[in-house]
């Protein structure tokens, strides 16, 4: 009950209570005292009155409480649930407030479904977003150049593993970190910076850069772009100098490099090499023509010195061909079982003839066991000459040659052995012989050469057949090139 309903009670009751105490108290001062018995009366009847109005105030009052719990019971219900609540029309004026009430929670209702949507349709873009933030992330780790972007606060946006191992930093730690924190490289910072202030999207540059990795020298084509502000609409004006980042790409062309370079390096020692015999055989020709040479032998000997160039200018041409035909994978190999003892001995047999020439002792080191191997045999056989060949140009008269070979039964392989008593190679030289065109310096006045002999030799053995090629020498004492190749597995 509430504080109006008992004041009004109370004052009623307290009222009554009074005129009927001063009644049975002092009958004779009601009736005869200062207060007239009309007064008592009107005493009476107004607390009579009081004590009415308190009780209908208190009985109103009960009905208006019960309603309101009614009102308060409908507004709750209404609270959890929007349906199957039946439709309450209050009394006591509460039909607005509910009204209102009802208005209210509709809105608020409205209100919630549309953020639940809201939130639904964000939960699904989150997801799609996620989801194409790692499809792009799956993107940038499958490229093999490496990938920096940065923020328009200079920081680390995206960045993918190969820029992690070529630059060595920890990529997971590296997002949204300043750029000189985590790249250690002064050069790169400084073009990603300039990049930055220089700001034109439109502006693409491409910068060669050296970076130490591993012990190497990498050479990258450092592509650099900024990207403009984010809310930039396409064909609108940049804002000057305001950029939303770098995006700055890293491609490794150290072997381009090196491909055009021994390209460039290889085209001038072959033309080099054509020019010298070509000159010969030219200069010869025009001294016959001429008539310079007048009498036979003069002839004969003009004659000998051009077969010898074109001799020359021939084996060029066929190992230029030959080195390029296997190094660019075209040349056709025609693997059967040889024996190796058979091949050696009929290139020993070619040979012969030059090293008597020369005084040179050729052996053969008979082998008690016939080796077989399933390779290409006239490139073995032109492998093998080479080696000889070179052994009777690089060894002086009265020397030897000894050709032998060896088997070895732990790694199923055998060794072909050409051992000389020659000038030898000096150890600074010895890397660089199988290399195109390299020709010891000393070496090209004792015997005239391309260079291209033992890089042949190289691509034969090596990616022809899988063997291996190795030298040893000592300047004065002779040299030792052998190679191995792997044995077939039926030996006969
Ligand atoms: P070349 O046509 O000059 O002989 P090669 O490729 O066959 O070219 O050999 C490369 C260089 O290796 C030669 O120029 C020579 O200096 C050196 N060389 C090769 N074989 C021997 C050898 N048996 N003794 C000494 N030096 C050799």
Do not use: C
């Amino acid at each position: 009950m509430s504080f109006g309903k008992w004041l009004s009670l109370m004052v009623g009751l307290a009222v009554a209570t009074l005129v009927a105490v001063m009644q049975w108290t002092s009958p004779t001062w009601v009736s005869n005292g200062p207060v007239s018995g009309h007064v008592a009366a009107v005493a009476i009847t107004s607390g009579g009155i009081g004590v009415a109005s308190g009780l209908l105030h208190w009985m109103a009052m009960s009905r208006f409480d019960t309603e309101l719990l009614r009102v308060i019971g409908y507004v709750e219900s209404l609270g959890r649930s929007a349906v199957g609540v039946p439709r309450y029309e209050p009394r006591f004026g509460l039909a607005e407030l509910t009204a209102t009430v009802e208005r209210t929670v509709a809105g608020l209702r409205h209100r919630a479904e549309q953020l639940v949507t809201q939130r639904r349709e964000l939960d699904i873009q989150l997801r799609l977003a996620d989801a194409e933030r790692q499809h792009a992330e799956a993107i940038l780790n499958s490229i093999s150049d490496s990938v920096i972007v940065t923020d328009a606060f200079n920081e680390i946006a995206l960045t993918n593993e190969a820029a992690a191992r070529a630059l060595g930093f920890d990529r997971d730690a590296a997002a949204r970190r300043p750029v000189d924190q985590v790249i250690h490289d002064n050069t790169l910072i400084k073009l990603i910076k300039d990049t930055r202030e220089g700001g034109d999207p439109a502006l693409r540059r491409h910068v060669e850069h050296v970076v130490g990795h591993n012990g190497r020298q990498v050479v990258y084509d450092v592509s650099l772009a900024s990207i403009g502000p984010s809310n930039e609409r396409p064909g609108t004006q940049p804002h000057n100098h305001e950029t939303a980042g770098v995006v700055a790409i890293l491609r490794d062309i150290t072997r381009e490099k090196e491909i055009a370079e021994n390209k460039t390096e290889f085209v001038s020692n072959v033309s080099h090499e054509l020019r010298t015999p070509l000159s010969s055989i030219k200069a010869y020709m025009e001294m016959l023509i001429d008539g310079e040479a007048r009498d036979d032998q003069t002839r004969s000997e003009f004659y000998n010195i051009i077969q010898g160039e074109t001799n020359r200018l021939q084996r060029l041409i066929d190992n230029i061909l030959n080195i390029s035909r296997i190094e660019s994978g075209v040349v056709k190999v025609q693997r059967e079982y040889i024996s190796l003892a058979q091949v050696v001995t009929e290139v020993v047999d070619v040979m012969k003839p030059q090293a008597r020439a020369k005084q040179i002792e050729l052996v053969e080191v008979p082998s008690p066991l016939v080796f077989q191997v399933f390779a290409d045999k006239d490139m073995i056989a032109q492998a093998v000459l080479n080696l000889i060949g070179n052994a009777v140009k690089y060894t002086p008269a009265e020397g030897r040659i000894t050709v032998s070979i060896e088997h070895d039964e732990r790694h199923r392989q055998v060794r072909i052995k050409v051992a000389d008593t020659g000038v030898g190679i000096a150890p600074e030289h010895l890397p660089h012989v199988f290399e195109k065109f390299y020709r010891v310096h000393d070496h090209k006045k004792i015997a005239k050469g391309t260079g291209l002999g033992l890089a042949l030799v190289r691509q034969i053995i090596e990616t022809v057949h899988g063997g291996r090629i190795e030298v040893s020498s000592e300047v004065g004492k002779g040299s030792v090139f052998s190679f191995t190749l792997p044995l077939a597995e039926n030996r006969v």
